[in-house]
């Protein structure tokens, strides 16, 4: 460890690190471009210069190694002189189309000019004009806005080890180019959007959707695969507009997949299930929540019940699910099915890649006890009540379906929509979605990870461990559960895999599970 | 008069009407041959307003008749009565402009900070006041008739005294 001083702070860092890493340590932000903890340091930006105490010149923060004993001026005079200058030379050519660029508000060039550039130009020559270029994928760069950090030709080198990215020509004329017949459709790529800190690369998913500060932010978990990518759910009223990457140095370091980060219309569909229903002659009419509870909870008192759930459910309503099926019939069982997707590695990182298993909850849904199958229908003994909670069936075969309806006696829909073929269901309970509720997700490596809620549910619709909870009480269970937190505790208490664990000392990045590496098949006694 | 009230007797001349009215008919007969009229014969005569009077909006168009509006943004972030909706869209040529663009001129305040935010000098408070309809509904202006409008608008500041002093 060595010691230094930063704006007069001191503050201990590993021999190695940079100057502008240890300033972040010390809770002062060197201004920079270039820089990207993901990435291979470049140095070409020039914006992280700082004064160094007896250094002859000024320092680029980001390539320096902190030294023992070293002070370091980052407000200095000549420090502020020389990023103004830098600042100046960036917006020479760069358009001040902020009104309508789409980085516009979280924007660091716009922060940075604001914060210590000059207050007009000195130059009055006309600006360069390049077209705008589609890159393929999610991709679309804007030349004009480009300030040639290099970032992005950094993490197609490097990270996704797809050099399809370059600095084409020279000087004045610079630009990023691609390389000849190749695009932009790395699984990875649409980090490039991300990493770029001007409005240069964009996404034209959410080209001209929304502005920046129009947007609400909730720290969430992507729900599209069993990596759990830390992300941030970003809403505008109420309609998730974008998923953005979240960093966790232990998952996805500061990376999202462009199929996980383009999977979010699923959160704003319309045919939700909005209202309790129950059957009444042929119809499912709504009905207030007591009423729905009670006829699911006399439906299942005593029956054998075969539950088709979701591992896109949280871990704490798994629980309570598990819990219920404990308060039924014997035999009772659980199944779920995974769809699965082609897996696709990002290089550049150790242990992270879009998974196979299509769902952000595989490893909670073993750990409390659900079979997981390939065929859940095939389940459905003769004489079963179908519980039904959230599963996606769309995949099965119509003949499947019709056999174990065939077979299934009753069926009860919990989640958030009721499947056409489910219309027979003699009671739903509409559920809130993953970014309308708060839970913890479990990813394949074991690590129990906390999302928040993003958006409001319609109309009736609850989070699934307010529902379970009174489902659990209608049966006879004693459990006592108001808050998520609650829910997670009464897991925790009863699972020997969550043992220890509490809802807030999950914190940010989340906590492994007991015995990580192998899961065991906890079927009986987890419940109270 | 069980508990002794007194009445007193008042003078003739505090009571009556006459010279009440004969004071008021005066100060009427004063003003009707005043030089110094300040009524306007509305709507046959009308006042000349300030050049800074902020009235019902008006968005300014470009030479090829579009509206200047890029769907930037400000004007409803900034707005505090919170009566502009935008929905922003791009256009064939890729500019970006508002799909939709509405004012509800009842919850407007008419601060006119939506015409000083603006970038594009695209939307206007105007000197104007004539705005009755026979709806509620008259008064959501959209963009198409927000364009629609010719009365000149707000200069924001005077330019003789542009520090207001």
Redesign the interface.
Known sequence: MITLTIEGRQVSVPEGTSILEAGKAAGILIPHYCYHPGLPVAGVCRMCLVEVEKSPKLAPACATAAADGQVVHVHSESALEARQGVLELLLINHPLD???CDQ?GECELQDYTYAEGRRSTRYREPKRVNP?EDFGGDVVYVPNRCILCTRCVRFMETVAEDPVLNVSDRGDHALIGKFENQDLTHPWAGNVVELCPVGALLSKDF?????S??MDRAASVCPGCSQGCNIVIETRDNVVARLRPRPNADVNQYFMCDEGRLNYRWLNRRDRVAEPLVRRGDALIPVDWEIAIDAAARTLTGRRVTAIVSPGLSNEVLYLLRRVLERCGAESEGVFAVRQGPEAPLPGVPDLAVRADRAPNVQGAELMGFRRTDAPLDAVRSGDVLLLADADLSAAGAAVVSGALARAADIIVIGTTVPAWAAGAGAALPLANMAEDEGTFTNLRGRVQRYRQAKSPPALARPGWSVLADLLVALGDPIVVWTPAEAFSALAQAHPAFAGMTYEGLGATGTVVADAREPRAVTAGIGA | MPIGVKVLERPIEDVSYVRATLTGMGLTLRHLVNPHKVTVQYPEQREQLSPRWRGTHRMLTTDDGKSKC?????CP?VCPANCIKLV???DAQ???YPLVFEIDEFRCIFCGYCQEVC??EAIHVGRHYENSEYSRDGFVYDLERLMAQTHPVCEMWDPADPRGE
Request: proline residues 12%; neutral net charge.
């Open positions: 902020c009104p309508v516009s705008v080209l001209n959707k929304a502005r500060w129009d | 890029v769907a930037c943004g400000l972030t922003p869209g791009e890729g500019n970006r970038p594009e």
